[in-house]
């Protein structure tokens, strides 16, 4: 398949979407890039304009969680660049706090980011693949969306089970009407970003750099799901879909 050219990263200003918007511009695609900080978004854009003279980078100021400013975002991005061939769902949130402790708030706030947010980024993205006839909608879940998850994950892990069934059901959808339009559901592992700074070293700890490459390489491919980095996340994915809940609890 073609490459595809123009492609639009929310959640760009930091972390991963940062990272693969360096890698894509390194392989010459055109970047629609939206985020809440728009000084960092700006400084990326001159960073990458300066390295990769030949590609266009547009930037937006976008706070997924106003949904209607999503819709907004996404048209004049797909305006600024005459077209999106893919458009990668990247912005998420990773507080939380273990169930009926009094922090309904920090896991409403979760679940309305990583899942309401995401489906209006899908939705969005769809009405603009539907009406051209083709594109590439990603969605980045988590690995954590594989099984239920105790204490600060258990919001988040669920927030990203609902994305991964979410991708997967556009997915079918597609396959069955035989639309042209690819649907890839990456399910990182430990990568290290702002959202796992905080978080307990691990061995198996990725840096962003390295995280940000494999998710490209994924996405590239087009496959529909993916675990990234495949070493160790697959082997890891066996052991996390058939070990007894109180391991996989243990281990979290």
């Known amino acids: ?7 639009l990263i929310t959640g760009a200003s930091s972390g991963l979407g940062e990272q693969m918007a360096r890698a894509f511009a390194a392989r010459g695609r055109d970047l629609a890039l939206c985020a809440r900080r ?15 003279p030949g590609v266009k980078v547009s930037v937006r100021s976008l ?21 999106l061939d893919r458009i990668i769902v990247n912005a998420g949130l990773g507080k939380g706090k273990p169930i009926g402790t009094g922090r309904f708030d920090a896991n409403l706030q979760t679940a309305q980011t990583n899942f309401t947010a995401a489906l209006a980024q899908c939705e969005a993205a769809m009405e603009i693949f539907r009406a051209q006839g083709s594109g590439h909608l990603v969605v980045v879940s988590s ?14 892990a669920a927030s990203k089970a609902g994305l991964s069934t979410l991708a997967e059901g556009i997915r079918a959808e597609m396959t069955v009407t035989r639309t042209p339009i690819a649907v890839t559901t990456l399910h990182p592992g430990y990568i290290a970003t702002d959202l796992s700074a905080g978080a307990a070293k691990t061995p198996l700890m990725t840096s962003t750099e390295k995280g940000a490459r494999a998710m490209v390489r994924a996405i590239e491919r087009e496959r529909p799901e993916a675990k990234v980095p495949a070493w160790p996340w697959i082997p890891v994915s066996v052991l996390l879909r058939h070990l007894p809940l109180r391991l996989v609890a ?3």
């Open 38 to 52: 728009t000084d960092r978004l700006q400084a990326l854009r001159e960073e990458l304009l300066a390295a990769h």
């Open 63 to 83: 706070d997924v969680n106003d949904h209607q400013q999503v819709f907004d975002v996404f048209h004049a991005l797909r305006e600024d660049l005459d077209g």
């Open 143 to 156: 690995m954590s969306a594989l099984r239920g998850l105790p204490r600060n994950l258990t919001t988040y």
């Open 250 to 252: 243990k281990a979290s």
């Open 1 to 7: 398949m073609s490459p595809r050219s123009k492609i």
